[in-house]
């Protein structure tokens, strides 16, 4: 590549690039799969079959039936072999590591760090409490004595480990040998988006050259299920091509999801001297609270307002620059009137002209792992000058009145975009990414 390349901004801090891509969803495990299976516009959603959910409220979830972890990857004995969740990070990052042509060998591995929002595992699975449940009921009751008991013999030491929602960043610390800071979050549905953003400050700010960040999440479990249903965010519609409708008139709640989504983020001098394939440039990071309520974004989407505003003036990028939005996009009645509120305060007049689209109308809703996924998504839309549609869109909202590229595809221009992730509990966080150019960055 010639011609002058800044690797710092106006304001001194580094530029970061985004030089690898890793994805395990239920459109797709890997990146190109996932992207394909979005185009097409096809509900990745299907009925739980791995447990008997036929009495539950709701019986669907974007879960991946053939997903497939070869013991191979991660040498390790039985007794510490990675959950569910951590498989799919160890998987994802395998990917983005390869993506990025990566050799971390050849690396300073004190200059390599690990940022992801990881949900908590499973602290016991179903078969273990009910053969601690059996067993108790065999000593005459089912009483707390019994059962702490038994859990003693059934439950192994190392499932609390397992269950932490950190363990995933030590199991990829230690596949990659990387010395660096090794952090995680678990900020709700905010989490993925917010580890990419803190893991570009690091960069930024001289502490790290790469950081292998983003997220993963595996709450298909019926404990999981019940909880969810009992705060009544889940839709009951339990149709799989049909249940998931962001900012549609019908929606009546979001579908639980499972996956992992990493990228490996790196200084650009670095990626430059390597030759390494640039996908895009992260600019701007803009993270806010609510200080309202647990579950409920606040009615006039103060904090959103405020996510993507500082996100925008940290990328020193105008609202008129924004190209397109990949909205959280839940499915919900509240988070997408907040969201389209939001993007309106946001955007002004412009708002109605901006197209935007949800990516869990096709996969559901990630929790943990779903503003890094969407933010691949959100990159992939720059890569390909087009965006995929928002699915079941059927009957327009009054309080959702923007364009969200109702089912199917679109082709057009996109040079910097913004992602947003609103999770439980007020967290806000705004990402503009942008195509990678040779002038420095305004």
């Not at 996009?329 to 007049?349: C, Y």
Request: net charge negative; with cysteine.
């Amino acid at each position: 590549m010639s011609g002058f390349q800044s690797t710092q901004r106006i304001d001194g801090r580094r530029r970061v690039v985004i030089t690898g891509l890793g994805v395990v969803s239920p459109a797709g495990q890997e990146a190109d799969a996932f992207w394909e299976t979005l185009m097409r516009g096809r509900s990745a959603i299907r009925p739980i079959t791995y447990f008997p959910a036929d009495t539950f409220p709701v019986r669907i979830a974007g879960w991946i039936p053939d997903f497939d972890f070869p013991e191979s990857i991660y040498p390790l004995d039985n007794r510490y072999f990675p959950d569910r969740r951590t498989q799919m990070a160890i998987v994802a990052a395998d990917q983005a590591v390869r993506d990025a042509g990566l050799d971390l060998e050849s690396e300073r591995p004190d200059r390599v760090g690990i940022y992801l929002g990881s949900g908590e595992g499973s602290c016991i699975d179903l078969e273990a409490l009910t053969e601690i449940v059996h067993r108790s009921l065999a000593d005459g009751e089912l009483s707390e004595t019994n059962f702490l008991k038994h859990s003693l013999d059934i439950v192994a030491a190392h499932q609390a480990f397992k269950s932490e929602a950190g363990s995933s960043t030590m199991y990829l610390a230690r596949r990659y040998r990387t010395q660096g800071p090794n952090l995680n979050c678990l900020t709700a549905c905010a989490a993925g988006s917010q580890a990419i953003g803190e893991a570009f400050r690091r960069i930024q700010h001289g502490v790290t050259d790469i950081m292998i960040s983003g997220g993963t999440h595996s709450m298909i479990r019926p404990l999981d299920i019940i909880g969810f249903s009992l705060l009544t965010a889940l839709s009951t519609r339990n149709d799989p091509e049909k249940t998931s409708r962001p900012f549609d008139a019908g929606r009546d709640g979001f579908v639980l999801g499972e996956g992992a989504g990493i990228l490996i983020l790196e200084e650009l001098g670095h990626a430059l001297r390597r030759g390494a394939p640039i996908h895009a440039e992260l600019l701007g990071y803009g993270s806010t609270a609510d200080s309202y309520r647990i579950t409920d974004t606040h009615p006039e989407a103060r904090g959103a307002i405020e996510a993507m505003r500082l996100a925008l003036q940290d990328g020193n990028t105008g609202p008129d620059e924004i190209d397109y939005v990949n909205a959280h996009g839940t499915s919900t009645i509240e988070n997408d009137a907040m969201e389209t509120l939001a993007i309106k305060q946001v955007f002004g007049n412009r708002a109605h002209r901006i197209p935007v689209s949800s990516t869990k109308s096709i996969i559901g809703h990630l929790i943990a792992a779903a503003g890094a996924v969407e933010l691949i998504a959100t990159v992939l839309s720059i890569r390909h000058n087009q965006a995929h549609p928002t699915i079941n869109y059927e009957t327009p909202d009054p309080f959702c009145d923007l364009d969200y590229i109702p089912n199917q595809a679109r082709a057009f221009p996109i040079d910097k975009a913004q992602s947003n992730s609103f999770g439980f509990g007020g967290q806000n966080v705004s990402l503009v990414v942008g195509r990678y150019g040779e002038r420095p960055s305004a």
